[in-house]
């Protein structure tokens, strides 16, 4: 074999073992978003029941505010059907997207509809709203927490498949830019 041929073995070595590294990180940071994900998606989980648990009680008592329990009723059942598209592909930019808006609107009428409840002194005096109430004041540092974890393994997924020359081969490989929430 001549020098020259055995150059061009050794370059196509070089590429494919360069083209392996570069698809075995961007899987490994890949996995570390769907890691970061389990946290976030358990505390949306614990929110979506507390919830629950605080619509249900307050359902009769504030009957003449439908509204308010209906809007944060309606919100959290897009936060909930967000969250599900996101289990199903948590890298994908839109899903992460759609959830951000969704838990938005959410935070936006809970507010509401918890200022209505605490105007209730006979609510309060509820042993589940006031557990329900206690699970809602206590979840946002967690949930913040967990969204942060959940942006910095995006961030880092992003940063790597945007480097030259990863680009080239995460183009081909068809790995998108990852959402942050």
Not at 5 to 11: C, E, F, H
Not at 37 to 56: C, E, H, I, N, S
């Amino acid at each position: 074999m001549s020098s020259a041929a055995l150059g061009w073995v050794g370059l196509l070595a070089v590429l494919g073992l360069w083209t392996l590294g570069v698809h075995n990180r961007i899987t490994a940071l890949r996995a570390a978003i769907l890691s970061a994900w389990v946290p976030l998606d358990q505390t949306l989980a614990l929110r979506a029941q507390a919830l629950a648990g605080l619509l249900q009680a307050v359902a009769g008592p504030l009957a003449s505010e439908a509204a308010a329990v209906e809007a944060v009723s309606g919100a959290q059942a897009q936060v909930l059907a967000a969250t599900e598209a996101l289990r199903r592909r948590p890298v994908a930019q839109d899903t992460v997207a759609d959830l951000s808006k969704a838990d938005a609107v959410l935070a936006a009428v809970l507010v509401r509809l918890v200022s209505l409840v605490e105007q209730q002194s006979s609510l309060l005096g509820d042993v589940s709203v006031q557990s329900a109430l206690r699970s809602l004041r206590d979840l946002p540092p967690r949930l913040v927490f967990a969204r942060q974890m959940f942006n910095d393994a995006g961030s880092a997924y992003n940063a790597a498949t945007q480097q030259f020359p990863t680009r080239l081969l995460a183009s081909l490989l068809r790995f998108g830019l990852a959402g942050r929430l």
